[in-house]
């Protein structure tokens, strides 16, 4: 009795997540339309990208049959656990990457968003020319110079773009970003604004193998600012997914 009760009110739970996923789906989608039109651009122009550390496979799957295209998992050994039981979508790599994991996200994932030295770039350099393809990345910048957080500090960032560019078997997409917690919109949009003038003048010199058409940044608490700062992807998670869960029974 008591396992059937168990299972019972997993299922009660996980009907609760999905209705309110559909909802918040709905919702996010208006706001991220909304913000591009106030931003100038077309809402087709902005990438939705559920960001699913913890989320249980079912309600990704029921994400994606909603209409989600595009998935970002933060640990390597969770989107592994996940990969096949995914249904078809796009999936990257968005969280902090260990040179040694590497190896795992080659081929898997279209695009790795957190690359944050010149030794993990080379890594992946090394091992997608072993395999004969071409992984596109995202630089990740450490916009607020914290010390807690890895990525190019912005005034290194010219230089590790065109030493990136050069190396073989990988193909620089654009930035990404997270901003320093802010007390007010002001400082937040300073640090945004930043970061679109940093995407806008390294897409301008053209450089070989430098494709700067994607600006990843903006999560749950700050994404409107951040599609309103020139944003070109979002990544959205417990917004979208409701609270982080630790078991994934259901």
């Not at 996940?82 to 078809?88: M, S, T």
């Not at 010390?147 to 990404?176: D, H, R, T, W, Y």
């Not at 802010?182 to 930043?194: G, I, T, V």
């Not at 010199?205 to 749950?220: E, H, R």
């Amino acid at each position: 009795m008591t396992e059937k009760f168990c299972n019972d009110q997993l299922t009660d739970a996980f009907i609760e997540r999905r209705a309110a996923l559909e909802e918040n789906y709905a919702v996010i989608c208006e706001r991220i339309a909304a913000a591009a039109i106030r931003s100038g651009r077309k809402p087709e122009e902005i990438t939705l990208l559920g960001a699913t550390k913890t989320v249980p496979v079912p309600l990704i799957n029921h994400a994606i049959e909603l209409g989600l295209e595009h998935i970002g998992e933060n640990r390597v050994q969770e989107l592994m656990d996940k990969y096949d039981a995914i249904l078809p979508c796009d999936k990257q790599f968005i969280g902090v990457l260990q040179t040694n994991k590497v190896k795992y996200l080659i081929e898997r994932v279209s695009l790795i968003q957190s690359v944050s030295s010149l030794r993990l770039a080379k890594e992946i350099s090394r091992l997608s020319t072993l395999q004969n393809t071409t992984t596109s990345v995202l630089l990740e910048v450490n916009i607020g110079k914290e010390e807690s957080k890895s990525g190019f500090l912005p005034e290194e960032l010219e230089e590790n773009v065109a030493a990136i560019a050069e190396l073989p078997g990988l193909q620089v997409n654009g930035l990404m970003t997270i901003p320093p917690i802010c007390e007010n919109s002001y400082d937040l949009r300073q640090y945004f604004s930043l970061m679109h003038k940093y995407f806008i003048d390294i897409g301008r010199k053209k450089s070989d193998n430098v494709n700067m058409n994607i600006l990843s940044m903006g999560m749950s608490a700050d994404y409107e600012t951040a599609i309103e700062c020139g944003a070109t992807m979002v990544r959205i998670g417990s917004l979208l997914f409701g609270p982080r869960i630790l078991h994934q029974n259901y």
